[in-house]
């Protein structure tokens, strides 16, 4: 099952287990499946528009092969996908250096799982030492999320985006793949190390538009954590603790309109009748928040996220809230 690098099958998943496909379609906002959010598929059917849910059956069995990963969509196809929604996928070398910042800042320090190099990286092969102010663990439970995600090529690097070239576990810079290096490093029982690694996918977060985007990014998340456990202890996790995983993913990875933070297409401008001596008139009422340019008065579905800490669940824009009133 998890031999596929670069293009996963969701009939391998489908095959594996069933549950598990139908978890990672989910949209835990709505309670329905995830939206396609592009109309690259209209040519297998009215159901693959834009607006419509990602159903099972549009991807397994003879449609096995419909969802593809960037790199294996035609180069007309992707230029379309840039065109529409200004999709451009970022080199792994380049997701490296900004991931480099990131960890220069927490550790006080530069070059602390690779050194750049032209082009490319070379990897820090001795254990990850820490700060005396900081330990693995609060390494593990920081949070990071990735906007647009598309594939998720920050979090996870299973493979370059753009080259199609597969990545080694022991060599990746994703900001999931940097905190599961340092459970691989700290951790080795194996009950241990999935309560650990838990706690890895519950720190990184992502949001998406396109649905068959999302829904690779989700199966790249749950691929790194197969990778890294077949890595650790040289055998594959059960379904149970796949669920697991799963579950936490569809909730840290989701569909989202990134500017209004609602659901795509789920405001609406609405019609009502106002009825007069003269008869009935009709007035249209367009979503506020779209009419303003306010992303806090729009009348669509609110994204919600879990907060883990207290397994509650919160709206997203609560969050871009917080964050606006610390400053």
């Known amino acids: 099952m998890f031999d596929e690098l670069i293009d996963i099958k969701e009939n391998n998943i489908f095959y594996l287990d069933y549950e598990l496909l139908s978890i990672l379609l989910k949209d835990m906002t709505t309670g329905k499946n995830i939206l396609w959010g592009t109309d690259n598929y209209i040519n297998h059917g009215m159901n693959y528009s834009h607006n419509c849910e990602i159903k099972m059956e549009q991807i397994v069995m003879f449609n096995g092969n419909v969802i593809k990963p960037r790199i294996k969509k035609s180069k007309t196809e992707q230029i379309k996908r840039v065109k529409d929604k200004g999709e451009v996928f970022t080199p792994s070398w380049i997701c490296n250096k900004q991931n480099n910042i990131i960890d220069s800042e927490w550790f006080h320090r530069k070059n602390v799982f690779n050194t750049e190099i032209c082009g490319g990286w070379k990897t820090n ?3 990850i030492a820490f700060p005396n102010d900081r ?5 593990i439970k920081n949070k990071r999320i990735e906007i647009t995600c598309g594939e998720a090529p920050y979090l996870v690097s299973r493979y370059d985006t753009t080259t199609g070239k597969v990545i080694q576990v022991t060599d990746r810079i994703g900001l ?4 599961l290096r340092i459970v691989n490093e700290n951790v080795d029982d194996i009950d241990e190390w999935i309560k650990y690694a838990l706690l890895c996918y519950k720190s990184v977060y992502g949001y998406e538009w396109q649905g068959d985007s999302l829904l690779i990014a989700r199966e790249n998340m749950l691929y ?3 990778d890294n456990y077949k890595y650790k202890f040289n055998s594959l996790p059960s379904k149970e603790v796949l669920r697991e995983v799963a579950f936490i993913i569809i909730w840290n990875i989701f569909q989202m309109d990134g500017l209004k933070y609602v659901i795509p297409y789920s405001c609406k401008n609405e019609e009502i009748i106002n009825y007069t001596l003269f008869g009935e008139e009709k007035e249209k009422i367009e979503c506020e928040g ?5 992303c806090h008065l729009h009348n669509g579905i609110y994204v919600k996220v879990m907060n883990w800490d207290t397994n509650r669940k919160i709206k997203f824009i609560s969050l871009i809230k917080l964050n606006k009133s610390k400053r």
């Open 290 to 294: 779209c009419k303003r340019g306010n």
């Open 135 to 139: 330990n693995w663990k609060d390494y």
């Open 224 to 226: 790194t954590f197969c």
């Open 125 to 127: 092969k001795n254990k």
């Open 176 to 179: 999931l793949d940097r905190k």
